[in-house]
């Protein structure tokens, strides 16, 4: 019994002595560190167990990222295996890493200099020579600021110019345009042996032009891009260098040659105005037109990729003379462009002959035109019709360049415009599209500086035959801006234009936007010809045609356009005539305009519509006013705010109706009015004084208000272009204001602290956010909601949830009303669903379970990269919605801030009982994550087809267009 007892009281003891000892024992703190990259190289390199493991292990390495801490070890490592390293492909890829690992952000890489360098001198293959200096490229690009560093590369760069190898020759060359200046000496070392002597300093241009004849085309080839490289560092290239680099424009190899166009151009735009002396003569010429000549001579080349370069270059060279670029039309060389003695020069050297007319022969003195053969060309004889050459190449892409740089040079002289017209009209008959189209875009380009004749109109309407929709909508555009000469012009491209009408239904919208345009800027060519289009007799009545029929109504729009601004010509209107004009304009009013119809009722309402030459300046102060005296409101729970805010917000909107140059700005203002009138109204609800369960009805209103606000501000930044960063800076402002309300109402509706402190964790992050985004806008925000939370932000981190509730309840009704700075010129994003038009009963039937296609063709306005924010929404009848992505090529840009969307969408249901309508309307996608003014935008991750097959990045979507209803019917299969 004792020993049992000694036994028990033993193990007692033993539990006791071993809980104290572990109570004293510290608790052991564990450090998790990355496993080390150098380590891991090592250790794979020194498994190799030949080059080319080695290499695997190299490759491998190289596609995994390295963090800026582990470079300078992993650099350490990789050093110390090519000292030990025999084989050329293994140290070519350990240089190659080593100006990889040189790009690692965070990283300097002038640690490395000395090792690079010093490997560099003691290497002897010229393949990983090559790859070394382009290391040390990538190094001195990363220190542009070590002016020391630099020069040790230059010099290095300088000692192994004469290297045999071609690469390393390039490598130095480039590292020379890259990095070299122009007040930094040179020497250039040979390699003759140990008594060699150095050469007297010289500068960078000397150096590079050197090897503008270096027997190795590819090396002729990288000395120009270097000279190129300092012209684009803003360094000045001598002008010595001209004759070097037209020398190489007869080059054979076709890299020289395409380098050598650009030097020339590069001169000619640095010294346009200096004389340089014409070959074999005492002639001068200026140096543009000299370079000008040789470049036309170069649209002549055996190679197609130097004609579309030259080509593209004569478009910008606008300094050059006037008979020089009227030559370019023309392949007889004309006399103008030979030197010929004047009058008083043949005099002079007859009176120093001592001979003198005889008077036997008539007009024996007279001068002669007839011009010697061999007298001297001032331009050569190759450049003479550089465009004709252009244009009739047998590469399309040369005759696109050559019509691109017509349009350019005829965009800024008006006599060349109107010699270059016959060319560009020929162009519409060119066998390629993408020809035809562009020969249209540059002929509207130039269309301010030209008048077309009958001919040339015939041959411009007869691509309205065209099956391409794009040829054919371009030309409608042509057409839009384009002077015609005589009112049989007029007739001829109307007859045209209905027959297009006929002939392709679809473009009915189109064409008649063409011949509103075409009435309104030849007003005295048509009224010649109104009795004739309208069917009127002087003592017969002629029977009323149907408004129904399109081809009518373009008569009338060509017609009411004209008369705007013809007074005489409502005189030669019929009774039928006055009341389909009043028809017209109810229901096309963006084509027919307001006419003074002296005697009819349409008059006074237009005259008080105040359509005038000032309406749009009275329109614009009465916009300014508004905001001014909105603007005078520092409270907007005052008596009677409220109702100016809506007084105001209605002026607005009607305003932006009225005046379409100023409706982005009007619609702008009044969404943010309402913005602020929402929010006002929230915070006078009662609920703020009511318990909880007794205010369900009115936390559901303030908290739709709250979720429309919210909407509302993001239409204000994604759908309106031209704001600036004031702007968006008030419109984030409001939305921190809806989200604390919001977020107040969440901590008085639900249970739960750790929902709740969640929810103010977020918002305080969207605070910092809008400090760091806009701090530069902060100054402009006194006494507003985000600057009272700012300056309360080192208390609110350390708040409880309950009590930042009350602290943004209060903020919220003590904040101060901003006031909106409007921007000078405001765009609102919208869509125009053309087809289809929603009006057919006709139901769409298909199989199903299978699927059919609706053709859908849209007008963009002012839409910003719609290939990416722009989609298509199919709402179906039973709630389900689809939203569909266009390709890319479905978007086209027929005229500047405007995009046409011609694309298909594809529907698919179960069976129906009977037809049913269908919505269709295009969305504007939008992220916060994207703004471009602060974030760069985030990269697509492109799928087979080119659609973006990640949505992650879009946090909502807008509509941008109205929804048009089809009618379809998915019938059951057949069994």
């Not at 085309?217 to 004759?243: D, F, G, S, W």
């Not at 009323?544 to 009338?556: F, K, Q, R, S």
Request: proline share 5%.
């Amino acid at each position: 019994m004792a020993a049992h007892l000694k036994k028990r009281v033993y193990e007692e003891f033993s539990k006791v002595s071993q809980q104290v000892s572990l109570e004293e024992i510290p608790t052991k703190k564990l450090r998790l560190t990355k496993p080390s990259k150098s380590a891991a190289l090592h250790i794979d390199l020194c498994k190799a167990s030949s080059p080319t493991d080695a290499l695997q292990y190299l490759l491998s390495f190289a596609r995994k990222p390295v963090e800026a801490e582990s470079v300078e070890g992993v650099v350490r490592i990789l050093l110390e295996h090519y000292y030990k390293e025999s084989d050329n492909s293994v140290r070519l890829k350990i240089a190659s890493l080593l100006g990889l690992l040189s790009k690692t952000q965070g990283f300097t890489p002038d640690c490395i200099v000395d090792d690079a360098i010093n490997i560099l001198n003691n290497e002897k293959s010229h393949q990983v020579l090559a790859q070394l200096l382009d290391t040390l490229l990538i190094i001195g690009t990363q220190l542009p600021d070590k002016t020391a560093v630099i020069q040790r590369l230059i010099d290095v760069a300088c000692k192994h110019l004469s290297s045999t190898y071609f690469g390393v020759r390039n490598k130095c060359l480039q590292l020379l345009g890259c990095l070299g200046t122009v007040d930094m000496p040179l020497s250039k070392e040979t390699d003759a042996g140990p008594g060699a002597q150095t050469s007297p300093v010289r500068d960078v241009q000397s150096l590079i032009s050197d090897y503008f004849q270096d027997q190795d085309p590819r090396v002729r080839t990288a000395a120009i891009k270097a000279m190129l490289q300092l012209h684009e560092r803003e360094m000045k290239i001598q002008q010595i260098i001209y004759n070097q680099a037209c020398k190489l424009l007869s080059d054979d190899y076709e890299q020289v040659r395409s380098a050598a166009v650009q030097m020339v151009w590069v001169l000619s735009q640095l010294y346009p105005e200096s004389i340089v002396p014409i070959p074999s003569s005492n002639e001068e010429i200026r140096l543009v037109d000299d370079s000008f000549g040789k470049i036309c001579h170069m649209v002549s080349d055996g190679s197609w990729v130097v004609r579309v370069q030259a080509a593209k270059l004569l478009g910008s060279m606008h300094q050059v003379s006037p008979h020089f670029l009227e030559q370019t039309l023309d392949k007889k060389l004309m006399s103008d462009l030979r030197r010929k003695r004047t009058a008083h020069e043949r005099a002079k050297e007859l009176y120093a002959s001592g001979e003198f007319s005889s008077g036997r022969r008539w007009a024996d003195d007279a001068p002669k035109e007839k011009v010697d053969t061999t007298g001297v060309n001032l331009i050569d004889s190759g450049a003479c019709g550089a465009f004709v050459h252009g244009l009739e190449d047998e590469m399309y892409e040369v005759r696109i360049a050559a019509v691109e740089a017509l349009c350019s040079l005829a965009q800024s002289s008006s006599s060349f415009a109107e010699k270059c017209l016959d060319f560009l009209v020929d162009m519409f008959n060119d066998e390629i599209e993408e020809v035809r189209l562009q020969s249209i875009h540059v002929l509207r380009q130039i269309s301010t500086h030209i008048t077309l004749r009958e001919d040339q109109l015939d041959t411009v309407l007869a691509v309205l035959e065209d099956s391409s929709r794009d040829i054919r909508e371009a030309l409608h555009e042509l057409l839009c801006y384009t002077n015609v000469s005589t009112k049989e012009c007029i007739q001829l491209a109307l007859l045209e234009l209905l027959k297009n009408l006929t002939k392709y239904p679809t473009d009915r919208n189109s064409v008649w936007k063409c011949l509103k345009f075409l009435g309104a800027r030849h007003p005295t060519l048509v009224l010649p010809i109104v009795p004739e289009l309208l069917s009127t007799h002087p003592y017969f009545d002629t029977p009323e045609p149907d408004m129904d029929d399109p081809a009518y109504i373009a008569v009338l729009v060509l017609v009411f356009n004209a008369a705007q601004t013809c007074p005489t010509m409502p005189a030669l209107f019929s009774d039928h005539t006055f009341r389909h004009y009043a028809y017209l304009r109810d229901s096309l009013s963006h084509l027919v305009p307001h006419l003074r119809l002296p005697g009819r009722k349409q008059a006074a309402s237009l005259e008080a519509s105040g359509v005038g030459s000032g309406s749009l300046d009275s329109a614009h102060n009465f916009l300014q006013d508004s905001l001014i005296r909105v603007s005078a409101l520092q409270n907007l729970e005052t008596p009677g705010a409220q109702d100016l805010l809506e007084f105001t917000i209605r002026d607005l909107q009607r305003l932006g109706e009225l005046q379409t140059e100023l409706a982005g700005s009007a619609d702008f203002c009044a969404t943010y009015l309402r913005c602020q009138l929402l929010l006002t109204k929230a915070l006078q609800e009662k609920l703020w004084t009511m318990a909880v369960p007794l205010c369900l009805k009115q936390n559901a209103k303030v908290s739709t208000a709250a979720r429309q606000i919210l909407d509302e501000t993001y239409k204000l930044e994604f759908l309106y272009s031209g704001l600036e960063t004031q702007q968006i800076a008030t419109i984030h402002n409001v939305r921190l204001q809806a989200k604390a309300l919001q977020l107040i109402l969440t901590a008085r509706s639900k249970r739960g602290v750790d929902r709740v402190l969640g929810i103010c964790e977020k918002f305080l992050q969207d605070v910092e956010s809008f400090q760091r985004l806009f701090m530069t806008e902060l100054p402009h925000f006194q006494d507003s909601f985000v600057e009272k939370l700012l300056e309360l932000m080192p208390r609110l981190t350390a708040c409880k949830p309950h009590d930042l509730v009350k602290i943004f309840q209060t903020t919220l009704r003590q904040s101060r009303f901003i006031h909106l700075k409007l921007p000078e010129q405001i765009h609102r994003a919208s869509a125009t669903i053309i087809e289809p038009t929603g009006e057919s009963d006709n139901a769409l039937r298909f199989t199903s379970g299978l699927v059919v296609a609706l053709d859908i063709d849209a007008t963009l306005e002012h839409v910003q990269d719609p290939q990416t924010t722009v989609k298509v929404q199919v709402l179906y009848p039973d709630g389900q919605s689809h939203i569909i992505h266009p390709k890319p090529g479905d978007f086209r840009t027929p005229g500047p801030g405007r995009v046409r969307l011609i694309t298909q969408v594809y529907l698919s249901h179960s069976a129906w009982t009977e037809p049913c309508q269908i919505e269709v309307r295009l969305l504007l996608a939008y992220s916060t994550s994207s703004c471009k003014l602060y974030v760069s935008k985030p990269a697509w991750n492109e799928s087979v087809d080119g659609l973006p097959t990640s949505e992650s990045s879009i946090e909502g979507t807008i509509h941008l267009s109205k929804p048009v209803k089809v009618f379809i019917m998915p019938k059951p299969a057949r069994r």
